[in-house]
């Protein structure tokens, strides 16, 4: 099969080829992430949000979804670790790190499929310059990075003070939700990837005929071919 791109030393990107870039300091990081698998409402998803504020505090907040539940936290930032963060991301340039072009999708589809990114604002005068890197489809020398930003982020809220936590319940095979969608990305352009074909055409006593679908598929057989919802019955 041969190397992936992103697996061959030569082709690998240096911060030496990135155009340098000059930035004001770093006020905000966003990092978001999510996974859908073929299992119904095997889905997660979540975002953390570090934001500097004018007194020079640091204010973490994160977003969890995963199992029916909903996870809040808010957490003031170890002051140490903030600066840590803040002068790792300046010192290895990640800003420059968006010019990468990404990797051609190397993979073969699968049944399970996941995507994550994280992007960087500065305060440029009055202006807010945003770089983003999407790391599903980044080189090592970006994977590396990200990596060590997650770290000191989790350094962040372990050494600060957590201000607020909350938790909720949710139904996870209710449409729309991050865990409802763990049905292979049935909702999202795969429909079908990597499962075996199910026989919509089999009309038995009741389900004859179309009918359209919660999610808005219009259907002839047992079964949403979009979503995989069962037919409505007969009344």
Known sequence: MGEYAFDDPKKQPKLSDLVPEEHGPLVKI????SSHGMQMGSGTS?????????????????????DGKEK??????????????RT???????????????????YAM??????????????????LTERT?????????????????RELIKECTETGNLLEEKESS????????????????LGTGFMGMGMPKTDNTA????TSGSWKCECGQENTGKFCTNCGMARPKMV
């Open 46 to 66: 979540g975002n953390e949000t570090v934001t500097w504020q004018d007194d020079g505090s640091v204010i973490i907040e994160s977003n969890d979804h995963r």
């Open 110 to 127: 699968t049944d399970y499929s996941s995507s994550s990114h994280i992007s960087f604002t500065f305060a440029d005068g009055n202006v």
């Open 30 to 33: 966003y990092s978001s992430y």
């Open 170 to 185: 949710y139904d996870i095979y209710a449409p729309g939700t991050a865990s409802f969608m763990g049905m292979g990305m």
């Open 72 to 85: 809040y936290e808010k957490y003031l930032a170890g002051a140490g670790a903030a600066e840590k963060l």
């Open 203 to 206: 009309g038995s006593a009741g």
């Open 133 to 149: 890197l999407d790391c599903s489809s980044c080189w090592i020398l970006q994977q590396d990075a990200i990596r060590k930003v």
């Open 88 to 106: 790792f991301v300046k010192e290895n340039r990640l800003a420059e790190m968006a010019q990468i072009e990404k990797i051609p999708f190397p």
